[in-house]
């Protein structure tokens, strides 16, 4: 049933978003935490957090389109 379907998605959308919490720039813990990354380049934005937020202010019709296409 779709509303089963949608509470589903719902909780990982809130799991993903708390293992990925924000600070106020924008960063997680979890992002960005490479032995490789130089330390002057400073750690990235949430790409998890920043995804959601844009899917979130897109209008509906253009979600739902997206998600057909895909």
Known sequence: ELS?????????VVAL???HEVNKRGQCQVCG?????K????RPRCA?????DFAMRQPL???RSQLRDR
Do not use: H, K, N
């Open 4 to 12: 089963e379907q949608a509470i589903r998605l719902l909780a990982g």
């Open 17 to 19: 978003l708390r293992r």
């Open 33 to 37: 935490r490479s032995a490789m990354r």
């Open 48 to 52: 998890e957090y920043w995804s959601i």
């Open 39 to 42: 330390f002057w380049l400073g």
């Open 61 to 63: 019709d253009l979600v």
